[in-house]
C-alpha cells in the first residue's frame, strides 16, 4: 500500500498545482455564491445548482481523467517497468485523480456557500448536494480510467468515455421517457426506481430533489420516488448503488491492467 500512497500523492499534487484545477473549484464557487445571490429564492437556485453539479462534474471528471492518463503514458510505462504491481500502479492513479477532482467541487461548493451565510437547513441540503458531487467525480474518474486502459488508442478512449457521459445524462432519460410513453397504461411506477438505480446521474439527481421537497418537477414518477427514496432502505439501496458504481469500474480496471500486454 506505500506504492499506491506515494502514486497517490505524486498525481493529487501534480494534477493541485495545474491550472484547471484551481478554474474547476473557482467555477463552483462562482455559480454556487452567484445562483443562491441573485436567484432571491433558495430552492430555485439549488434546483439550477444541482443541474449544474449533475452535468458538468461527470463530464469534468470523464474528460480530465481521460486525458491525464493519455498525457502520462510514459510515465505509466516508468511505473510499470519497476518492480511493483500494477494494480498498485492504477489504483494510486485513479484515486489521485477522483480526490483531486472531488476536492475541488466540494470546495468550491463550500467557498461560495460560506459567503452566502446559509441557515442550518439550507447547510443540509448543500452537504447532499456537495456528497453527491464528490460521488459523481470519484464514480466518472474510475469509469473513465477503465475505458482509457481498455481502450487501443487516445481517440478511441476519450471517445467512448465521452459517449458514456453523453449516455447516461442525456441519452438514458431519452430511453426511459420513450418506455414510459409506450407503456404508460400499464403499472410501470416500480420499473422507474429499478431503472433509476443503473445510473448514478439519475440517483444523485433524485436525492438532491428530494431534499429540496420537489419531487413533482421528477414528472411521471415523482411520487413513487419520493415513497421508496424517503425512507431509510430507499437512501441505503440507493448510497450503496453509488457506491457500487465506484468498486465495480475500479474492479475492472486493476482485471483489465492485469491483462493488458503492454
Do not use: C
Not at 22 to 41: D, E, P, Q
Not at 51 to 69: K, R
Not at 235 to 244: A, D, E, G, P
Request: glycine residues 6%; proline residues 2%; positive net charge.
Amino acid at each position: 500500500m506505500k506504492t499506491v500512497f506515494s502514486i497517490f500523492k505524486f498525481v493529487f499534487l501534480d494534477n493541485l498545482r495545474s491550472f484547471w484545477a484551481l478554474a474547476y473549484m473557482l467555477f463552483y464557487a462562482a455559480s454556487t455564491y452567484g445562483l443562491i445571490y441573485f436567484t432571491g429564492s433558495f430552492t430555485r437556485s439549488m434546483v439550477s445548482l444541482m443541474n449544474i453539479v449533475i452535468l458538468i462534474t461527470p463530464l469534468v471528471s470523464t474528460m480530465m481523467t481521460s486525458m491525464y492518463y493519455f498525457n502520462k503514458t510514459d510515465f505509466v510505462f516508468l511505473l510499470l517497468a519497476q518492480p511493483v504491481k500494477r494494480a498498485h500502479v492504477f489504483l494510486g492513479m485513479f484515486f489521485g485523480l477522483s480526490v483531486t477532482l472531488a476536492l475541488s467541487v466540494t470546495t468550491g461548493i463550500l467557498l461560495g456557500m460560506v459567503f452566502t451565510g446559509p441557515t442550518a437547513e439550507e447547510f443540509t441540503v448543500l452537504s447532499i448536494l456537495v456528497a453527491a458531487g464528490g460521488l459523481l467525480s470519484f464514480i466518472f474518474s474510475a469509469i473513465a480510467l477503465f475505458i482509457s486502459v481498455a481502450a487501443k488508442d487516445k481517440l478511441k478512449g476519450i471517445g467512448l468515455a465521452i459517449f458514456v457521459w453523453l449516455f447516461m445524462a442525456v441519452i438514458y432519460d431519452g430511453l426511459m421517457l420513450m418506455y414510459f410513453i409506450v407503456f404508460s397504461e400499464y403499472p410501470i411506477e416500480q420499473h422507474a426506481i429499478v431503472l433509476s438505480v443503473f445510473n448514478p446521474i439519475d440517483l444523485s439527481r433524485i436525492f438532491v430533489m428530494l431534499q429540496l421537497d420537489v419531487s413533482a418537477l421528477m414528472g411521471y414518477s415523482g411520487a413513487v420516488f419520493s415513497k421508496f427514496f424517503g425512507n431509510i432502505w430507499g437512501v441505503l439501496i440507493s448510497l450503496s448503488s453509488l457506491l457500487l458504481w465506484i468498486v465495480l469500474p475500479v474492479t475492472g480496471l486493476i482485471w483489465k491492467a492485469n491483462r493488458k500486454d503492454y
